[in-house]
């Protein structure tokens, strides 16, 4: 019998091992003890952004099989159809094997191999002149990074203020929405509480991030019978497996939410007391309209926002835990007109126009589903309360015997996110929430330390001041708290070549990289010298509008000049974007080397505790490659960059390995938190360890801290937890978090529009600012949505990625590309026959911006307006190891193709990127479309079509039988 | 199923050669057909040239026909084993038949006795090989009771149609045995007929709801577990449209028994040398006929792993 | 010996939760993943990165539309070999090469005695069994015999290695056979089903349906929401609520 309790997430006795494992006396001769492996490894995975703990078992120096580590907190031991499917991700035949230079035309794919000593020479040439002359000609943009706290800070170093990753086309209004509003965001910062909660509502498209975490959670929610409601266009995944599918109309989220709202105000089902303590709901706002401070708070002397004591009858500092502020009513102080902020909240939703009839239609929701919806979420909130029996202390002091909660929880990520709405949508999510009482809370929605931050989080971005050979004066990446903190010049031009922070998306936390190829291209705002880009598939299913952006990538001037001079490229394997460099660095897979997943990034961290952890290589690379970070470390020494090189120019980092362990971004403070100072025996701030690294490898790859029960829940104003957040280096000061429902940075927008201020947005923006900046979530139509003619296109068009393949490139993945090659388009049943189209017809997808053709499937399980497709899995024919009759480039199509990367022109002829006009989130989901059935010899294959790439040199052709795992047993037999 | 050639050619040529195997040594071992040298010979040759050949294009199927042996040791409970078995077994007192008739010129006494065991051997072996499909409970169309006589009934039909085409080639063919031949012929025809009949009309119990355990209400494929054809779509998911199938239901009626029936009554009207070249004509008509049908067999045959894929 | 035997001591197997599969492709991949290197070794690829790709697998997920008068759900839907009682792949096996063991009730194929007739995957309801071409043979689950009595594994790893994957745990293992066993719990208690059981080979695997659109959904019966009766509608309630 096993000894101690069963470990990880698969331990319900229905799912332990026989009682006696001992082999039965069967005398088949089957070996039922084979050898398994000669070590197992534990590492971190990296085949999507969900970093799992993984146990590598490498047998005869090959790995043998991945599964999951049991103790790892994002997994506790299950591992995902990717996860699993590492092996051949590692052994891909598309692995690039040397450093390349461009021999032929770009996009062609001719290169030469060259050495790595010739790619650093090209490359630090290159960049050490735009360094000496303007760095900000180097853009820096990396995909699916985890390590942008080293590429920012490189990018820092450098001088430009032209770095991202690649959240700008992913989900910054997950991020920005959440951040602006309770200083912590779902996407994989936060979670429901899964133990606890009983109403679980799930909004759109989520299977992209946080993905074992999420799956284990809908196991725990299935095995308690708790309520699953899945908001979702679409009926697969993990709305499949929901209790009440509401199949909504995509890009209506927001209208549905805020009815909601308006059902639970109206009937009075708002945990007031929550909101006082929490939030600042009852912050005064001024409501003097024509005035310069009209819209923001009232404030004291000091600063401190104002609330108004109903039982004192004066103002009183908001934060004052004594004070007995008032909700609602108008008031005067310092002779300023103004109301509390839940005033203004319940005046806008509590309004007609809220109402689920209102809304219905639009939503594609019965009214009544909405009611029932609502009095769902107020009975589970209200009358389900639960209570842990945990005393614990708020930050002003007060103790509480107990853990109170309100058992409701919710997510939502992507299919809120990629719509040009999506910001305020995310922002109504949390609305929702927080008038429920349910975050932070027993069973409501979990912060993941290190959140909460103060809404929103403190720094700024850098890139004001972009001077020759000087770094920039922080992290390009940051939040802005008003107009005065854009980059943009006097003439209220973009600083930065995304136009990341400007007029056109102000709270772009996570930049713009989407808009980067076209920038570049057309020199707007002006032009760069060098794209340097990192594991990101530009030239195809990372941009909207792959035609024209991989013209412009091969577009030159008269002289024949390439219009984006040079590109420099970073990939592991021979994707669509490979051709299109100029030079092309060669990484590692992930087996092979270190990384580090750090707090000071996209932590691992539960709700329970904060975590970080790390890779190391577990086999050695059997090729000229190097790891990417690896790369940059020895590339800032060759340049000289401050912090890269000592005082006499030496290079300061072996490698990415050692500069994990010796770095120190504040002192004390390094990439890892667990086992610092010299003996390793602190947390979060300490000296650098020279031992850290086999300390990690040593408790399974990961560090992991356990908080005291009575620091879990309340993050926000828990004085145990925020002492603690304080010492760890999370927040600046062990000052409380206020959820910030009425935002007062995205009012000082409203008032420069309206001409207050420094920094005021060109004439031509005041409109656009007045009306996405407001302070209150709203909805509004999405931009395509609004623009096209609907009766021209009257359907709307969603992609997502099989659960299987989200982020993990797995088209060249010998096991995921077999269960999916080709992508249909799932059309509904009714909308098919009602255009005469029945199930495996071939049909042109068309929108504005052009069109495609694929093979359509019949669903009943979506929203009749709509019509989705997976996505990536149509690739172009010479990329990825694929042979030229594989699937994915015959009858595989990309939606990408179709979706504009540009808003129709407004009434002053400007185009926009096709974004959220706050934060600058790509509108994936915006998209509009009509299918029309194709003529008959134009059924069987994909259009638009395009040339076939040369392979690099010394590219085997892939294989045409693979016998992966022959070699084991035959070694196993033999031996016996 | 997938009507792969080996197997379509396999059941038919056995079929055809045990059927004629079975004629020769009854009529032979009664003396009902002469002890002629080449009369021996060649039908013998004809009976034994067509399992053997049927045999080794059965091992065509198999992914390592080397342990082929193996086959016979599990006729306990394997219908599959059992036919190698008896198939094997059939060749002995069938060689032995065979030689007494060729070698030694004679039928009667002990060769007769060797022709009669033969012929119970390719009975009980044309049986084995219908009990295989007739067993086989996933498809409907082959487990039913139409199966076993069929096998039984084409086996004597080609062979009776064949022994009757080489009686008339050595000049002593009988108008008894035309007619023997015509009314098997016509015995398979409405056999056939019935067995599509009761096809046609087949309720089968197992559907996608069963087979998911879904109770209730209609369950429709929405996605394969992967894009491209696997194993048991190639081998068990074929499909024949049903446009198709009725065309090759009229070549079959018509090669098959149509041809034969026409020609057999002709040969029975008509005297030598018509009646030899029609009777010869008519066996290789109905040999082609009856590949198509046994393709058919296949073809239309639906395995219940295809509820899983929605076909 | 294709003979069945009379009695098996266990009854090993999976029992798999409808109501709970996401359709991720975990227990999939995990599958090819230990079984390619494992007793079957390997599940062979034929064209991996070619349009014809065709690999050997034990494990297969679909998916399906189920429609009722209650209303419509998608499911997803794992599909194995079921290890049955009674299972025709054994007995029609003309060499021996499949197998019941009497000892856990696991049903096998010894490679080295399979001339890959192909006999067995026509009499499998399930399609449970995939012809290896490159190999010869065929191929099934094992319910990794390999894995559940391996000493060379730590004890709590001595699961098949799709139940160990499955993120939402939908997938368990146990003795069938024994009603007292959590599995047997599991399934009397939602109502597992047979796959086919008309067809008489009485699966050993069994399967627990969906509980959306049924009486057995998680609920709420919460009452319907009322406006405020509050004097000065809800925001009077706001301040009676606050002075309170």
Request: hydrophobic share 40%; proline share 6%; with cysteine.
């Amino acid at each position: 019998m096993i000894q101690g309790p069963p470990r990880g997430a698969n331990s319900a006795p229905s799912q332990r091992p026989l009682a006696d494992t001992r082999a039965p006396d069967e005398g088949d001769g089957v070996d039922t003890s084979p050898d398994v492996s000669d070590s197992i490894a534990k590492t971190t995975c990296y085949m999507c952004a969900c970093r799992c703990g993984i146990d590598v078992h490498i047998k005869d120096g090959k790995v043998r099989y991945i599964n999951g580590n049991k103790d790892h907190p994002i997994n506790r031991g299950v591992i995902c159809g990717k996860g699993s499917s590492g092996i051949m991700q590692h052994y891909s035949p598309a692995r690039l094997k040397k450093p390349l230079l461009r021999t032929g035309p770009r996009g062609s794919g001719e290169f030469r191999e060259i050495e790595w000593e010739e790619a650093f020479s090209i490359a630090t040439e290159r960049l050490s002149a735009i360094r000496r002359t303007d760095p900000k000609k180097l853009a820096f943009f990396t995909g699916r990074d985890q390590s942008q706290s080293l590429t920012g800070w490189w990018a820092s170093q450098f001088g430009t203020p032209n770095f991202a990753a690649h959240g700008g086309f992913c989900s910054v209004n997950m991020a920005a929405g959440g951040l602006y509003t309770i200083g912590g965001s779902f996407w994989e910062f936060g979670e429901p509480d899964w133990d606890n909660t009983k109403y679980f509502m799930l909004f759109g498209v989520a299977e992209d991030h946080d993905s074992n975490p999420i799956k284990i959670g809908l196991g725990k929610l299935k095995a308690r019978g708790a309520k699953v409601v899945s908001i979702n266009p679409c009926r697969t995944g993990y709305n499949a497996i929901a209790d009440d599918w509401i199949g909504i109309r995509p890009g209506t989220d927001g209208l549905f939410v805020f009815a909601l709202i308006h059902e639970l105000l109206k009937a009075g089902r708002v945990d007031l007391d929550y909101l006082l303590r929490y939030t600042n709901a009852h912050v005064l706002v001024i409501q003097e309209p024509g005035a310069a401070d009209d819209g923001l708070f009232v404030r004291d002397g000091a600063g401190n926002p104002l609330a108004w004591d109903r039982v004192a009858k004066t103002p009183a500092d908001a934060t004052d835990a004594d004070a007995k502020p008032a909700l609602t009513g108008n008031f005067t102080v310092d002779g300023r007109r103004c109301v509390p902020v839940f005033q203004l909240i319940a005046d806008r939703y509590l309004h007609e126009s809220h109402a689920p009839d209102a809304v219905a239609e639009r939503c594609g929701i019965p009214a009544d589903t909405i009611r029932r919806i609502a009095a769902e979420l107020a009975h589970v909130a209200f009358e389900q309360t639960i209570e842990l029996p945990v005393a614990w202390t708020d930050w002003a002091g007060r103790r509480h015997e107990t853990i109170k909660g309100r058992p409701v929880a919710m997510h939502a990520m992507r299919g809120i996110s990629a719509h040009s709405n999506g910001f305020h949508t995310c922002r109504a999510i949390h609305l929702l929430q927080v008038l429920l009482g349910t975050v932070d809370v027993p069973g409501g929605f979990r912060f993941k330390p290190p959140y909460p931050r103060s809404a929103p989080p403190g720094p700024k971005p850098a890139g004001k001041h972009v001077k020759p050979m000087t770094p920039l004066e922080g992290m390009p990446l940051g939040f802005v708290c008003g107009p005065d903190d854009l980059l943009v010049d006097e003439a209220g031009t973009p600083v930065r070549i995304d136009k990341a922070y400007s007029w056109d998306a102000p709270l772009a936390a996570h930049g713009l990289m989407h808009t980067v190829i076209r920038n570049a291209w057309a020199g707007d705002p002006y032009p760069i010298d060098t794209l340097l880009m990192y594991m990101s598939n530009m030239a195809w299913n990372s941009s909207m509008n792959t035609v024209e952006t991989i013209a412009m990538l091969t577009d030159a001037d008269e002289a024949g000049n390439y219009k984006i001079p040079f590109i420099i490229y970073s990939d592991a394997y021979y994707s669509e974007t490979v051709p299109f460099a100029d030079l092309v660095l060669p990484d590692t897979t992930y087996l092979e080397r270190h990384d580090c997943i750090s707090l000071l990034d996209r932590p691992i961290s539960h709700a329970d505790g904060p975590g970080d952890a790390i890779r190391h290589p577990v086999v050695e690379p059997d090729r000229d490659v190097r790891p990417f970070q690896s790369v940059l470390i020895e590339l800032g020494a060759r340049l000289g960059l401050p912090g890269f090189v000592d005082e006499d120019g030496a290079a300061r980092y072996r490698d990415y390995a050692d500069y994990i362990v010796n770095h120190e971004r504040t002192p004390g403070i390094g990439p890892l938190a667990g086992w610092r100072g010299k003996d390793g025996a602190s947390i979060g701030k300490g000296e650098p360890n020279p031992n850290q690294l086999q300390r990690y490898i040593d408790n399974g790859g990961f560090w992991h801290h356990d908080f005291s029960a009575d620091q879990r829940y309340y993050k926000m104003a828990n004085r145990s937890y925020l002492d603690f957040a304080e010492q760890m280096g999370f927040i600046p000061k062990t000052e409380p978090i206020v959820f910030q429902l009425y935002s007062e940075p995205m009012q000082r927008f409203r008032l420069a529009a309206r001409g207050h201020g420094r920094v005021l947005p060109p004439e031509a923006e005041c409109d656009r600012i007045e009306t996405y900046m407001d302070p209150l979530p709203f909805w509004y139509a999405p931009f395509e949505e609004a623009a096209v003619d609907l009766q021209k296109y009257p359907l709307h068009a969603l992609t997502q990625r099989p659960m299987h393949m989200y982020h993990s490139w797995g088209s060249q993945n010998a096991w995921l590309r077999q269960i999916t090659s080709q992508n249909r388009l799932f059309v509904y049943h009714r909308t098919a026959s009602s255009l005469g189209l029945v199930d495996d017809d071939w049909v042109w997808v068309e929108s504005i911006n052009g069109r495609v053709k694929g093979q359509i499937k019949l669903v009943d399980g979506v929203n009749p307006d709509t019509v989705w497709t997976w996505n990536a899995i149509g690739k172009r024919r010479g990329s990825w190891g694929l042979k030229d009759d594989a699937a994915e480039s015959n009858r595989g199509f990309l939606l990408n193709h179709i979706i504009g990367d540009q808003t129709s022109a407004d009434a002053n002829g400007k185009r926009y990127s096709n974004s959220d006009p706050v934060t600058g989130q790509a509108a994936w989901f915006d998209l509009r479309v009509r299918i029309v059935k194709c003529a008959a010899e134009e059924a069987g294959f994909t259009e638009p079509q395009f040339e076939r790439f040369r392979q690099p040199p010394h590219f085997e052709p892939s294989p045409d039988i693979l016998r992966f795992g022959a070699e084991f047993r035959m070694k196993r037999e033999a031996a016996e | 199923m997938h009507p792969a050639f080996s197997v379509v050619f396999f059941t038919t040529a056995t079929g055809a050669g045990y059927g004629l195997l079975a004629l020769l040594g009854v009529l032979a071992g009664i003396g009902a057909i002469p002890a002629d040298f080449w009369l021996g010979l060649i039908s013998m040759g004809l009976a034994l040239g067509l399992i053997a050949a049927g045999l080794l294009s059965s091992t065509g199927h198999l992914g390592r026909p080397e342990r082929a042996w193996r086959a016979f040791s599990q006729w306990r409970s394997s219908w599959l084993s059992r036919e190698g078995v008896a198939s094997v077994a059939t060749f002995v007192p069938a060689g032995l038949f065979g030689m007494g008739w060729v070698l030694l010129g004679r039928t009667d006494g002990w060769v007769a006795v060797t022709g009669l065991l033969a012929a119970v051997g390719a009975v009980v072996t044309v049986s084995t090989t219908g009990m295989i499909y007739a067993s086989l409970k996933p498809i409907a169309q082959w487990h039913s009771r139409f199966t076993l006589p069929a096998y039984l009934i084409f086996s004597a039909m080609t062979g009776s149609v064949l022994l009757n085409a080489l009686l008339q080639g050595f000049a002593v063919g009988s108008k008894a045995m035309v007619a023997f031949s015509l009314l098997l012929t016509l015995v398979g025809w409405g056999w056939k007929l019935a067995t599509w009949r009761y096809n046609g009309r087949l309720e089968i119990p197992t559907t996608a709801n069963t087979a998911t355990g879904l109770a209730g209400g209609t369950v429709r494929s929405l996605e394969w577990p992967h894009t491209e054809e696997n194993y048991l779509l190639k081998e068990m998911g074929f499909r024949i449209a049903r446009k198709h199938a009725a065309k090759l239901r009229q070549i079959i009626q018509l090669l098959a028994f149509a041809l034969p029936v026409l020609l057999l009554v002709t040969a029975f009207v008509l005297p030598w040398p018509f009646a030899p070249v029609l009777s010869a004509l008519a066996a290789v008509v109905q040999f082609v006929g009856m590949l198509v049908e046994r393709w058919l067999f296949f073809a239309e045959a639906k395995h219940t792993v295809t509820l899983y894929y929605g076909r | 010996m294709t003979c069945l035997p009379t009695h098996t001591d266990k009854r090993l197997g999976l029992v798999i939760d409808l109501d709970t599969c996401v359709g991720c492709q975990a227990c999939v991949t995990a599958c090819k993943e230990w079984n390619t290197g494992g007793h079957m070794a390997p599940l062979t690829d034929i064209d991996p990165y070619g349009g014809n790709v065709d690999g050997v697998w034990f494990n297969r997920v679909h998916s399906y539309e189920h429609t009722t008068e209650m209303g419509g759900r998608t499911v997803n839907f794992p599909r194995s070999c079921l290890h049955c009682e009674t299972p025709a792949c054994v007995t029609v096996c003309p060499t021996g090469a499949s197998y019941k063991r009497a000892s856990d009730g696991i049903v096998l194929i010894d490679e080295d005695k399979c001339i890959g007739c192909k006999l067995c995957s026509w009499a499998c309801p399930y399609g449970a069994r995939e012809f290896d071409t490159d190999v010869g043979v065929m191929k099934k689950c094992t319910l990794c015999v390999d894995r559940i009595y391996n000493d060379n594994l730590a004890e709590e790893d001595r699961v098949p290695a799709c139940v160990a994957a499955c993120p939402t745990s939908a997938r368990h293992f146990g003795d069938l056979g024994d009603p007292l066993s959590a599995v047997s719990q599991l399934v009397a208690e939602r109502g597992g089903v047979d796959l086919m059981p008309e067809m008489g080979y009485h699966p050993t695997n069994k399967y627990l349906p969906p509980r959306a659109h049924t009486t057995h959904a998680a609920s709420v019966t919460a009452s319907a929401l009322e406006p405020v009766r509050a004097e000065g509608g809800f925001l009077g309630w706001v301040d009676r609520m606050l002075s309170n």
